[in-house]
T-cell receptor, first 114, second 112 residues
Framework: DTAVSQTPKYLVTQMGNDKSIKCEQN?????MYWYKQDSKKFLKIMFS???????INETVPNRFSPKSPDKAHLNLHINSLELGDSAVYFC?????????????FGQGTRLTVV | DAKTTQPPSMDCAEGRAANLPCNHS???????VYWYRQIHSQGPQYIIH?????ETNEMASLIITEDRKSSTLILPHATLRDTAVYYC?????????????WGAGTKLIIKP
C-alpha cells in the first residue's frame, strides 16, 4: 500500500486554467504538507496542516489554496495558472508537527503550464 | 535560508562506504539534524536523524561531532541504487513549530 499518494502524477494545462492536485495518506498522521520543487531542484514548503488546521502558510500567491476535508487528505487547488507555476509539487505527512518526526513524501506531481 | 552546508557532488565506488559531510555550525542545542535523499524522479525519502549521539539504522549511520557543528552520513556498502541527492537539514524554529529548510544537497553518484 502506498503511504502517501498524489494524483495526478503529470499535469499539463494552459495558462489561466484552474487545477487541483489531490493527496491522501494512510499512515494515520496528524500533519500534512505541500512542497514545491522548482527547476533548480530546491524544495520549499508551501503549506502545512495539523489536524485539518493550517499551521504554516508561506508566502505563496493566494491563487494557491489548500483544502483539508479530513486529516488524511490535503488537496491543493490552483487558480489562474501561470507559466511560473510549472514545477514538481510534493505532498508529505508526518506523525507530529513539533519535535522529532520523519516525513513521508508522495511521488510528486509534475505540473507543466503552457 | 538553509542552515547547512554540503558539497554539491561526490563520487563513490560501488561496494565502498560513502561518507557524506555536512556543516551546521549555527545549529541550536535542541535542534536535530535530519538526512533525506531523493532518487531521480521520486519523492524525498527519510534516512536518519540525530541530536548529539551517533545513530545507526538499516539504511545508514550518522556521526555527529561533539560540538555538533558538523555531521557525516555513512552508507556502509554503497550500491548503484544509492545514487541520489542527499539532503542534510536542520529545522528552523518558528515559535513552537518546526519546518524543514532544504538546501541544494549533495549529488552522490555511485560508480560500478
Amino acid at each position: 500500500d502506498t503511504a502517501v499518494s498524489q494524483t495526478p502524477k503529470y499535469l499539463v494545462t494552459q495558462m489561466g486554467n484552474d487545477k487541483s492536485i489531490k493527496c491522501e495518506q494512510n499512515l494515520g498522521h496528524d500533519t500534512m504538507y505541500w512542497y514545491k520543487q522548482d527547476s533548480k531542484k530546491f524544495l520549499k514548503i508551501m503549506f502545512s496542516y495539523n489536524n485539518k488546521e493550517l499551521i504554516i502558510n508561506e508566502t505563496v500567491p493566494n491563487r494557491f489554496s489548500p483544502k483539508s476535508p479530513d486529516k488524511a487528505h490535503l488537496n491543493l487547488h490552483i487558480n489562474s495558472l501561470e507559466l511560473g507555476d510549472s514545477a514538481v509539487y510534493f505532498c508529505a505527512s508526518s506523525q507530529d508537527f513539533v519535535g522529532v518526526t520523519e516525513a513521508f513524501f508522495g511521488q510528486g506531481t509534475r505540473l507543466t503550464v503552457v | 535560508d538553509a542552515k547547512t552546508t554540503q558539497p554539491p557532488s561526490m563520487d563513490c565506488a560501488e561496494g565502498r562506504a560513502a561518507n557524506l559531510p555536512c556543516n551546521h555550525s549555527t545549529i541550536s542545542g535542541n535542534e536535530y539534524v535530519y538526512w533525506y535523499r531523493q532518487i531521480h524522479s521520486q519523492g524525498p525519502q527519510y534516512i536518519i536523524h540525530g541530536l548529539k549521539n551517533n545513530e545507526t539504522n538499516e539504511m545508514a549511520s550518522l556521526i555527529i561531532t561533539e560540538d555538533r557543528k558538523s555531521s557525516t552520513l555513512i552508507l556502509p556498502h554503497a550500491t548503484l541504487r544509492d545514487t541520489a541527492v542527499y539532503y542534510c537539514i536542520a529545522p528552523m524554529s518558528m515559535d513552537s513549530n518546526y519546518q524543514l529548510i532544504w538546501g541544494a544537497g549533495t549529488k552522490l553518484i555511485i560508480k560500478p
